[in-house]
C-alpha cells in the first residue's frame, strides 16, 4: 500500500511539472493563432518545443517548493 501511495504522489508531480508550462503557454498560442498569419502547424510545434523549454526550470521550481513547504 505504501508503493501505490509513493507511486501516486510521483505521478501528481509529474503531472503537475508537465501542466503548469502548459497551461501558461496555452493564452499565448490563442493570441498568435488569432492575431498572427502563422499557420496552425507552426504555432503547435512552438507550443511544444516552449512546454519542453519550461519543462526543467518548472521541476527545479516544483522541488524546491516542495522541498522547502511540504517536506518535513
Given at each position: 500500500m505504501v508503493i501505490l501511495k509513493q507511486l501516486?504522489?510521483?505521478?501528481?508531480?509529474f503531472f503537475l511539472w508537465c501542466a503548469i508550462p502548459a497551461v501558461l503557454l496555452y493564452?499565448?498560442?490563442?493570441?498568435?493563432?488569432?492575431?498572427?498569419?502563422?499557420?496552425?502547424?507552426v504555432i503547435i510545434q512552438c507550443y511544444v518545443i516552449g512546454i519542453a523549454l519550461l519543462f526543467l526550470p518548472t521541476g527545479l521550481v516544483i522541488d524546491s517548493l516542495y522541498r522547502r513547504f511540504l517536506s518535513h
Open positions: 501516486a504522489k510521483v505521478v501528481f508531480w493564452p499565448l498560442a490563442i493570441w498568435a493563432l488569432k492575431h498572427m498569419l502563422i499557420s496552425e502547424h
